[in-house]
DNA sequence: CAAAATATATACAGACTGGTCTATATTAAT
DNA sequence: ATTAATATAGACCAGTCTGTATATATTTTG
């Protein structure tokens, strides 16, 4: 692939940033710009479809970074519960390390654009679909019935959703912890240990 | 109390509507008076704080109406996990009802706004404190060990919230109503039934 | 080397943003 | 009735928003 003009990338690294932190609407393509150093024209080069493209583009390569940490900790780790306790405590850390102020990269973008936004809420879709299935694998491979595995698995990444939205408003990495050790334990019951 | 000005009550209930569905930045002021009637003079005279002022106003009294709601539903079941379920099923029948755009009340706006702008992410720890007191108390009369009963309750709020966006991404109730059955068990087998 | 595609760079447009300001009603207190 | 407080009304401002248009580089292809 390679001679990919070298500003979509930095464009779409700066989108990915500044919408965690401030939203979809709360973030003007000039901050991206500015941030990546990239001029308009090449923005509408990369993105003709304006905010919306970009705003999907952004939601699907958080979205990958996530599956790849995930898939990443699935190894790292033997059990689903461990897997679990291993990325809630490293959200915890990060969300500390940001004040609190960088959450879910796509929950935010999300919100305000499901489901009106086509092409957004895809990108959603296919990233929280991936995220479950990671979970899912580790758990039928750890054992547990597959259709409990399925539901399990919702349950997980609904818990990480919300709980990133508790610990933003309480300033504080409990909610995450907290969850995430509760979800963990019905999920090592669940494999019949 | 009475002789209030007619106009800030309609601010206020337009501001709700609005934010749920659009989110704080997406939600101009100049909707917001539109939709309420009001000219934009009783906005700054109500809420000299402006648009903050009104997002924190929103966000507590969207926060209470669903405290209300809870504790109505904590009445009228005699179980905890009976509660979840009976919420669960309204904001299920809700979401649909809306084609999936009203969401959380406060959610969109507290991940906008949190925890950087002070008095909206204080109304909105406000609200999940009492949220999660009323399904705290009714573990703890259902016999939950307190201790067990606080981290129960703080786990369905945060499953409710994330189950909120995966709904509306999916356009469905299922992750509302799935994650909310499994919660629910969880909490029925807590308190030793 | 020339033509074509790809990419970069700004200037600009029209609509909308939150917020301030001043003027005018309306109600309450003296 | 007069003053004071409360509330309503909308014009206005400076700044920002997304998006378009046009011009210039840079690379790739024939």
């Known amino acids: 692939m390679a001679p990919t003009g070298k500003h979509r990338e930095t464009i ?36 003709p479809g304006g905010k919306t493209e970009i705003g ?9 970074q996530v599956t790849r940490t995930l898939k990443a900790l699935a190894e790292a780790h033997d059990t689903p519960e461990a897997l679990l306790r291993a990325y809630a405590a490293q959200l915890a850390a990060w969300m500390e390390q940001s004040q609190w102020r960088s959450g879910c990269p796509i929950a935010t973008v ?61 300033r504080s990495s409990d909610p995450i912890l907290s969850s995430a050790e509760t979800v963990a334990e019905l999920i090592a019951s669940a494999r019949g240990r």
């Open 110 to 170: 999300l919100l305000e654009t499901a489901p009106q936004e086509d092409r957004i809420t895809k990108a959603g879709a296919d990233a929280f679909s991936e995220w479950t299935r990671v979970f899912e694998d580790a758990m039928i491979q750890s054992s547990v019935p597959p259709e409990r595995a399925r539901s399990l698995a919702r349950l997980a990444i609904a818990t990480i959703e919300g709980s990133l939205i508790l610990s933003r408003v309480e």
């Open 12 to 47: 779409l690294t700066a989108a990915v940033s500044l919408f965690r932190r401030r939203g979809y609407s709360g973030t003007g393509l000039a901050e991206i710009l500015s941030e990546s150093g990239a001029p308009k024209g090449s923005l509408y080069h990369y993105f």
């Open 56 to 64: 999907a583009a952004a939601v699907s390569a958080a979205g990958g």
